[in-house]
C-alpha cells in the first residue's frame, strides 16, 4: 500500500512538473508571441532563418540571448550554491495574484510591454511561493536578466534612438575633422569633399550597442573581479562605453567613405564594422575594470578577488539541491500556481481575441472621395503605397495613403495619410520623430486648432514647418481615440489604453497631411491643408470606430 501511494505521489508530482510550465507558457502565448515579433520583425515574412533574424529594424535580437544567460546563471546557482527551501506560500501567493492581474488588464488595454515585465514578476512570485525567500534572494540575477529581453515602448525606442544617432554623428564628424577629413554634418546625414553622403540610418545610431551591452555590462559586473559598488560603477559605465564605441564605428565609416566612396562604407565595411564594435565595447569594458583594479591598487585599496558564489558554495556535507527543488512540486502551493494559471490563461485567450469593433481602412478608401474642391479648386487624387520596411516598422497593415493634385498642376500636392491601428497603439508614431530620425530639420512647431469641421467643430492639430535640403514642406496632424481628437500624442495613448480597460475598443490612428511649401506661400499651404482636414475628418468619422 505504502509503495502504492509512493508511485502515485511520484507520478501526480512528475505531472505537475509538466503542467505548472505549460499553464505558464499558455498564460503568456500571446505576449511571447508580440515579443518574438519584435526580437524577429521579418520572422513573418518568409525567406530563410538568417533573413528572418536579420531583418527588419530590430533593437532586440539579444532577446533570446539574454534569457539563454538567465537560465545558465540560474542552473548554475542550483547546483552550486546552497538554497533553504522554505516556502511563503501566502505572501508568494498574493504578489503571483497582483501579477497576473497586471497581465490581464495589459492584455486588455493591448500594453504588451508591461505584460511583457509581469513575467518577471511571476516569476519572483513563483519561486517565493514554493522555495522561499532565500531562494529569490539567490535568483536576483538571473530575473534582472530576463527585464534584459523585454522591448520598450517603440516611443521609447524612437526618442532614443534619435537623440544617440545625432550623438553618434556628432563626434564622430569632430574626430573626422581632426585626423584632416573634411566633413558636415546636417541631421543624421554626413557630407564629405567630391559630393560623396552618408546617412547614419537608424542600425548605425547605437541603439542595439546599447542595449545589448547594458546586458552584457550586467552580466560582467556579476562576475567580475570587483565587489560592492564598484560592480555598480562599472555596470554604469555600459552607457558611455556603447556611445564611444558607436561614435568610433561611424568614424569607420566615414573615414572609408572618404578614401573608397560611399558605397564601400555601406557594404561591406558596414556589416564588418556592425561586428567589430561589439569587440572593441568589451576591450574597453575589460579596460575598465583592470583600470579599476590598478587604481585600487595604487591608493592602497585594493580588494581581494573571490570566486563566483565563494560566500554561499554548497560543500559536501550539504544534501543533493535539485531534489530539494522537486519535492517542493508536491505540495499544495504548486497546484494553487498550477490553478491560477490556467485561469489567467483562459482570461488571457478571451481578453486577447478580437475586440469590439474594426478598423475601416479599407472602408475609409472606399469612403474618400477621390475627387475634392478645395479653396475653389479641383483636387484628383490617387493612391501611395507604403514600402514594406515602412510597415514592418509600423507594425500595422492598416493605412490610408492618398496624394490630392489639381487639374492645372501648377498648386503643390496635398498628402493625406492615416495610420490606424486596431487593436494596439504600436503603429502610431509622433511624425516630429520620424521626420527628425530621417535627417529632416523641423524649424517651426506649433498647436492650432481647425474650425468648422462638420461634425466636431473646432479640432485640436498640431503643425510642423520641415526642411529637407533647399524644400520646406508644412505637416499638419491629430490623433484620433475613439470619439475624440487629440493634438497630444501621451493622451491619445493613456485614451486609447482606457478604451481598451472600458470598452475593448483599443484602437487608434494617425491622421497627417502634407503639402510643399515652395508652390505657395505659408499661409496658402496652411489653409489647403485646413480645407483638406475639414473635408476628410467626417469620412474618418464614419469608417474608424
Known amino acids: 500500500m505504502k509503495v502504492s501511494e509512493h508511485a502515485g505521489a511520484r507520478r501526480t508530482a512528475q505531472t505537475l512538473t509538466v503542467l505548472l510550465?505549460?499553464?505558464?507558457?499558455?498564460?503568456?502565448?500571446?505576449?511571447?508571441?508580440?515579443?518574438w515579433a519584435r526580437w524577429f520583425p521579418a520572422w513573418g515574412q518568409g525567406g530563410g532563418v538568417y533573413q528572418r533574424i536579420v531583418g527588419g529594424e530590430s533593437y532586440y535580437t539579444h532577446g533570446p540571448l539574454a534569457i539563454l544567460v538567465a537560465i545558465a546563471i540560474a542552473v548554475l546557482l542550483i547546483r552550486h550554491t546552497r538554497i533553504a527551501v522554505k516556502p511563503r506560500p501566502r505572501l508568494g501567493g498574493a504578489l503571483l495574484l497582483l501579477c497576473l492581474f497586471v497581465h490581464l488588464g495589459s492584455c486588455l488595454a493591448g500594453i504588451t510591454f508591461v505584460s511583457a515585465f509581469s513575467i518577471v514578476g511571476v516569476l519572483a512570485a513563483l519561486i517565493l511561493m514554493l522555495w522561499g525567500g532565500q531562494a529569490l534572494r539567490r535568483g536576483w540575477f538571473p530575473l534582472a536578466m530576463l527585464l534584459f529581453a523585454v522591448p520598450l515602448p517603440e516611443i521609447a525606442i524612437a526618442d532614443l534612438n534619435f537623440r544617440l544617432k545625432t550623438a553618434a554623428a556628432g563626434w564622430a564628424v569632430g574626430l573626422a575633422n581632426m585626423l584632416g577629413i573634411i566633413a558636415v554634418r546636417s541631421g543624421n546625414q554626413v557630407f564629405l569633399e567630391?559630393?560623396?553622403?552618408?546617412?547614419?540610418?537608424?542600425?548605425?545610431?547605437?541603439?542595439?550597442t546599447l542595449i545589448s551591452l547594458l546586458a552584457f555590462g550586467a552580466l560582467y559586473a556579476y562576475v567580475c573581479r570587483l565587489r560592492g559598488w564598484w560592480r555598480f560603477v562599472l555596470f554604469a559605465m555600459a552607457l558611455p562605453v556603447a556611445v564611444a564605441s558607436n561614435a568610433v564605428r561611424v568614424l569607420g565609416l566615414i573615414v572609408v567613405a572618404d578614401f573608397f566612396g560611399a558605397d564601400a562604407a555601406v557594404g561591406w565595411f558596414h556589416g564588418f564594422s556592425g561586428m567589430m564594435i561589439f569587440v572593441l565595447a568589451m576591450g574597453?569594458?575589460?579596460?575598465?575594470?583592470?583600470?579599476?583594479?590598478?587604481?585600487?591598487?595604487?591608493?592602497?585599496?585594493?580588494?581581494?578577488?573571490?570566486?563566483?558564489?565563494?560566500?554561499?558554495?554548497?560543500?559536501?556535507?550539504?544534501?543533493?539541491?535539485?531534489?530539494?527543488l522537486k519535492r517542493a512540486l508536491k505540495r499544495p502551493p504548486a497546484y494553487a500556481a498550477?490553478?491560477?494559471?490556467?485561469?489567467?490563461?483562459?482570461?488571457?485567450?478571451?481578453?486577447?481575441?478580437?475586440?469590439?469593433?474594426?478598423?475601416?481602412a479599407e472602408r475609409l478608401k472606399a469612403l474618400l472621395p477621390a475627387q475634392l474642391e478645395i479653396n475653389n479648386r479641383v483636387f484628383h487624387s490617387y493612391e501611395l503605397p507604403l514600402d514594406n520596411r515602412t510597415l514592418v516598422v509600423l507594425e500595422t497593415p492598416e493605412y490610408v495613403r492618398r496624394r490630392y493634385l489639381s487639374q492645372t498642376g501648377q498648386d503643390g500636392a496635398l498628402?493625406?495619410?492615416?495610420?490606424?491601428?486596431?487593436?494596439?497603439?504600436?503603429?502610431?508614431?509622433?511624425?516630429?520623430?520620424?521626420?527628425?530620425?530621417?535627417?529632416?530639420?523641423?524649424?517651426?512647431?506649433a498647436d492650432v486648432t481647425v474650425s468648422d469641421v462638420p461634425g466636431r467643430g473646432d479640432l485640436p492639430c498640431r503643425e510642423l514647418i520641415v526642411q529637407s535640403g533647399t524644400q520646406l514642406n508644412y505637416y499638419l496632424y491629430t490623433y484620433k481615440c475613439g470619439g475624440r481628437y487629440t493634438?497630444?500624442?501621451?493622451r491619445q495613448q493613456l485614451a486609447i489604453c482606457s478604451n481598451g480597460l472600458l470598452s475593448r475598443q483599443p484602437a487608434g490612428a494617425l491622421i497627417r497631411i502634407s503639402t510643399p511649401v515652395t508652390a505657395r506661400q505659408l499661409d496658402e499651404a496652411r489653409q489647403c491643408a485646413f480645407a483638406l482636414l475639414r473635408r476628410s475628418i467626417p469620412y474618418v468619422d464614419r469608417a474608424l470606430p
Not at 194 to 208: D, F, P, Q, T
Not at 417 to 434: A, V, W
Not at 487 to 490: A, D, K
Open 487 to 490: 493634438r497630444s500624442f501621451w
Open 415 to 445: 498628402d493625406f495619410c492615416t495610420i490606424i491601428s486596431r487593436d494596439n497603439r504600436k503603429g502610431i508614431h509622433p511624425p516630429d520623430l520620424c521626420l527628425e530620425g530621417g535627417g529632416q530639420n523641423i524649424i517651426s512647431k
Open 194 to 208: 567630391g559630393n560623396k553622403e552618408l546617412v547614419i540610418a537608424n542600425v548605425c545610431s547605437g541603439l542595439r
Open 21 to 35: 510550465p505549460a499553464s505558464l507558457i499558455a498564460a503568456y502565448a500571446h505576449t511571447m508571441a508580440a515579443v
Open 284 to 324: 574597453m569594458m575589460f579596460g575598465l575594470e583592470r583600470l579599476i583594479l590598478l587604481v585600487r591598487h595604487q591608493v592602497g585599496r585594493a580588494g581581494p578577488a573571490a570566486p563566483l558564489f565563494h560566500d554561499v558554495r554548497r560543500g559536501p556535507q550539504d544534501a543533493p539541491q535539485w531534489p530539494q
Open 338 to 360: 498550477t490553478l491560477m494559471f490556467t485561469l489567467a490563461a483562459a482570461g488571457a485567450w478571451y481578453l486577447q481575441g478580437n475586440p469590439v469593433g474594426s478598423s475601416g
